[in-house]
Structures are given as structure tokens and as C-alpha cells.
């Protein structure tokens, strides 16, 4: 379609942004404090875009304002359209993250955090100071709700792919071991299936179900495991398995790192795993952030020893 410059020229480009606020607050008030102007002046922009929209856009609810069908529709084209303006405006072929000024919102799984967390915050550190990271839970039901709605930059964990406006890309591929307390469980690897099977696992699950892929792998011989406690959370594994006679099966990174340091053995898993692949997720519009690009680029040089990946 050609672009019709007599037509833009008459667009107010704040009027896009004071709309993506109110979109994203609900709430003029919140919505006006966001971008930094009164509420009466959004009051005024909301009453203009109304008109520009032929919808009212916003109508009010019992909990603050509610979106009409027409505003959401236009709520993720419009946040494309905004992160593009923003990358191309800001966009600098010398970028210089010892001068950058900004919090990236990152989601992740705590062995993530274990494994990546302390090499990026000492690189961040040294080579960027005025970047801060703010931490949170990933939830593999909402993320892309996250990514969409910019609450989340970056999200890292065991994915499949989103919509196509969600790029993807592998951090490292890894297999499972397992992970165990020699001197409790008696054994010395590598542990045989029947071993395996004798004593009681730890399974790490994220989904909240007492189901794992090493049960999937067990059912297709006929076989099954007794799991004395599920969790979500894979920074307490090693210390269940320090203290009891339990086994886990983990991601060999994760289990190597608590083995060396807690003075735990691993071995190979009895039954065939497919390998895990680790990956980043994020919006496209970021795509042409250089300082997004330059986090994404630090992430799987932090990632180590994983096969060069494409985006």
C-alpha cells in the first residue's frame, strides 16, 4: 500500500501513544501519570482518538475501563507500530552498553537463575552498570500474554513456538543425569534401571503436575517410578537429595553445578531422554533493539559451550 503523506501529516503521533496508555491502564488517571501528562489533557486525547476511531474505545466497568472489540484488535498492531517508531528514533550503529540506561524485565525458571544469574550480573557489572535486571517466575501458560502486553522483555526456558510475531531463539541444547547422595542410596554409577527404580525420585515440574518425561519414557517399557515429593522449584532438589535416600533426574548443567558443589554423584538415566533445548522468546518488535539484540547476544555467549544459533 503507498503511504499516503497528506493523510499522516494530520495524525498526531502522541495521540498513538496516549492511546497504547490507556490500552495498557484502564485508567486515565494511571494512564496520563505514565507519559507524563494531567489527566484532563488524556481526558481530552481519549475524547480525540474516539473520534479518529469512530468507537468510543474505552467504556467504563465496575474495576476502571473496559476495552470495546474494536480497541482490542487494534492494541497489538498499535505496539508494533510504537516499538518500530521507538527503534527507529533511538537506533544508534554505535551503540555502547557502558552507557546504557535501562531495566529489561526478564522471566525465567530459577535453574536458569543458577546457571546464567551469576555470570550475567558480574558481566552487567563490569561492562554495564546502568543496566538493571528485574527478575520474575515464567509462566509457560502466560508468557506470550506477557510478551504481547510488554510486560515481560525476555523470556528464557524450554519452549515451543509462539505466534509469528515471537521470535525464538536457542540458548543450548542439554541432556539429563542423574542426581543422588551416594552414601545414603549405596550406589555408585552408573545405576541400572533396577536401582533406578528401587528408590523413591524428586521430580521438578513447572506445569504443576506429578507427571514427567521420565515417566513418559518408563510407561513405553511398561514401567513406572514412585515420586516421594513434586516441586517447582529446582534450587531445593539437591537438598533433598543431600538428606535423603531419593533420587532426581535433572538437566546435566544443573546437576553437575549442585553435584560439585554440594558433594553429590550423578550417572546416566537408565531409559532414553530426548534433549532439552533452552531457548530465549520475545516480541519481533524488538528485533532491531540494539540494546534487546546486544542482551540477547550476551545471553547465549553467557550460555557457554552451546552450538553457534541463527535467529
Known amino acids: 500500500m503507498a503511504i ?5 501529516a494530520r495524525l498526531d503521533l502522541n495521540l498513538l501513544v496516549a492511546l497504547d496508555a490507556l490500552l495498557q491502564e484502564r485508567n486515565v488517571t494511571r494512564a496520563a501519570a505514565r507519559i507524563g501528562i494531567g489527566q484532563s489533557a488524556m481526558s481530552a486525547s481519549l475524547a480525540r482518538l474516539r473520534r479518529l476511531f469512530d ?6 466497568a465496575p474495576n ?3 476495552p470495546t472489540p474494536r480497541a482490542i484488535a487494534l492494541a497489538e ?37 543458577i546457571l546464567l544469574g551469576p555470570r550475567l550480573i558480574a558481566h552487567l557489572r563490569a561492562h554495564a552498570p546502568g543496566v538493571h535486571l528485574l ?4 509462566e509457560a501458560m502466560r508468557i506470550l500474554d506477557e510478551l504481547d502486553a510488554d510486560r515481560v522483555d525476555l523470556a528464557l526456558g524450554f519452549f515451543t513456538r509462539g505466534q509469528v510475531h515471537h521470535k525464538q531463539r536457542l540458548l543450548y541444547r542439554d541432556s539429563y543425569v542423574v542426581l543422588f547422595n551416594a552414601e545414603l542410596v549405596g550406589l555408585t554409577a552408573p545405576i541400572g534401571l533396577e536401582d533406578y527404580l528401587r528408590f523413591p525420585h524428586v521430580l521438578t515440574s513447572l506445569r504443576e503436575t506429578a507427571h514427567g518425561v521420565v515417566d513418559d519414557a518408563l510407561a513405553l517399557i511398561g514401567r513406572a517410578r514412585v515420586l516421594a515429593v513434586t516441586t517447582p522449584r529446582f534450587l531445593v532438589v539437591p537438598s533433598l537429595v543431600r538428606a535423603a535416600p531419593l533420587l532426581a533426574t535433572m538437566h546435566a548443567r544443573l546437576a553437575t553445578s549442585f553435584a560439585g558443589a554440594l558433594g553429590l554423584s550423578t550417572s546416566p538415566v537408565p531409559v532414553p531422554l530426548d534433549d532439552v533445548a533452552v531457548s530465549m522468546l520475545w516480541h519481533a518488535s524488538y528485533d532491531n533493539d540494539p540494546a534487546h539484540r546486544w542482551l540477547r547476544n550476551l545471553l547465549v555467549h553467557l550460555a557457554g559451550e552451546s552450538s553457534a544459533p541463527t535467529e
Open 55 to 60: 468507537d468510543e474505545l474505552l467504556t467504563r
Open 4 to 8: 499516503d503523506h497528506v493523510d499522516l
Open 64 to 66: 476502571g475501563m473496559r
Open 135 to 138: 527478575l520474575r517466575s515464567v
Open 77 to 113: 498492531p498499535l505496539r508494533g507500530v510504537l516499538r518500530g517508531v521507538q527503534a527507529l528514533v533511538h537506533r544508534d550503529e554505535h551503540f555502547d552498553p557502558a552507557t546504557l540506561e535501562r531495566t529489561f524485565i526478564v522471566s525465567l525458571p530459577d535453574s536458569l537463575e
